[in-house]
């Protein structure tokens, strides 16, 4: 069966979560790569809630391992009253680059490799994701640097200008 996903902004536990949006409010598929695409409506909205706000943020999965020290996963910790609908859509320019606070690294999204078919992952979902490769629609693709998931629940933002001295380039190289 096919694992279904949730974006989250979690609290410094990394466990409770503030708030999360759900891709079917925005028309999308709730598997992650049915909406893990750059330009993607359901994407771009939640980019609305980290632009310039550093977040924990996890693409959080049904199927994920529970929190430690918990009885749930993060998916199953998102409740109705959590549930947020942003409508902010910002400009390419506007969200260029995403920072990662926590590992002090940053990916230029207009470096992000295109598919046969002209389409580009966007970054967040995979980098952030929590359960990949245990359902339908996940990502299979090529990850010689172990890129997916490995950002889940770090302090993420996205900016218009590339972070100054101190944060190391991540070259997200992914396609499907």
């Known amino acids: 069966m096919g694992q279904y996903y949730k974006a989250c902004v979690l609290k410094e ?53 529970k929190c430690k020290n918990r009885k749930t996963n993060v998916y199953q910790r998102c409740t109705d009253n959590k549930q947020l609908k942003p409508t902010a859509h910002l400009s390419e320019t506007d969200t260029r680059f995403i920072v990662n606070y926590t590992k002090k690294m940053y990916v230029d999204k207009t470096k992000v490799p295109k598919d046969n078919d002209g389409w580009q992952i966007h970054p967040i979902p995979l980098l952030t994701c929590d359960g990949n490769g245990q359902g339908g629609g996940d990502f299979f693709g090529n990850d010689p640097n172990k890129l997916v998931g490995s950002w889940a629940r770090d302090l993420i933002s996205l900016e218009t200008e590339r972070p100054q001295k101190g944060y190391a380039e991540l070259i997200f190289d992914l396609v499907e």
């Open 13 to 65: 536990n990394k466990t409770s979560v503030i708030g999360f949006v759900y891709s079917h409010d925005y028309g999308n598929g709730l598997k992650l790569t049915e909406h893990s695409w750059i330009t993607n409506n359901f994407v771009k909205a939640f980019e609305s809630l980290i632009f310039k706000k550093p977040q924990r943020v996890v693409w959080a999965g049904d199927y994920a391992e």
